[in-house]
């Protein structure tokens, strides 16, 4: 059967364990960079949350998230020259580079829907440990940290984990500051294939998690 130029876009875009480039796995842990970062977003208490670089996500009536704005994110990169995968993707303005990048510093609407669908059903959270895999923003993780669970971040690019989940944590941790299980949480900079291990050496009660993790890998689901 004869192919069409529809056929090798369709494997043009089917990336193979070659095609994600490897890189050091690491944990980030917070540091006064952060604390100064966090600090500058919120530190207007006269202004708007939007002039102050932050966008706010409404759960219901009596939640409301906040994130840093991806164009703020955007701008500290460029003024950096950032060569990294995600500096590499602000310059090209792609919110999608395959194997590199993939739009971590994008609050994408399907995430919304989820926070108001985990409210509406009202999940029980309290007391588990949650992981937000490809976090980004990591409003999902900090939605569970509200409702009382142990929450992991992990996501492939660490400059989303450190200019972006770490600091909407903190913002968030910062302005809810009833909420004391901000400080249990810990962030995860690799990608799904060493991710098990990475998790598996520091925690001792996560086979089936690992295991899980293990087994969607090798079947490339």
Known sequence: MPRNDSDDRLS????????????E????????????????????????FLSRGLHVVKVDENTVLYHVSAAVIEKELKTESSQSDVGNA??????????????????????EDLLRFLNDIDVDLKNKKILDVGCGSGLLGIYALLRGGVVHFQDYNRDVLDMV?????????????????????RYFATDWSDFPQLLGSHMTDNQKLISFLELKRKKNL
């Open 90 to 111: 602000v310059l090209n303005s792609s919110d999608l580079i395959p194997g590199q990048y993939e739009g971590g510093l994008k609050l994408w609407e399907c995430t």
């Open 165 to 185: 989940t770490i600091s909407n944590v903190m913002i968030n941790a910062k302005i809810m500051k009833e909420c004391s299980g901000f400080d249990l949480s």
């Open 25 to 48: 796995s690491q944990e980030l842990f917070i540091s006064e960079t952060h604390q100064i970062r966090t600090r500058k977003y919120l530190e207007d208490a006269s202004g708007s």
């Open 12 to 23: 043009s875009n089917v990336l193979t364990d070659s095609d994600v480039l490897s890189r």
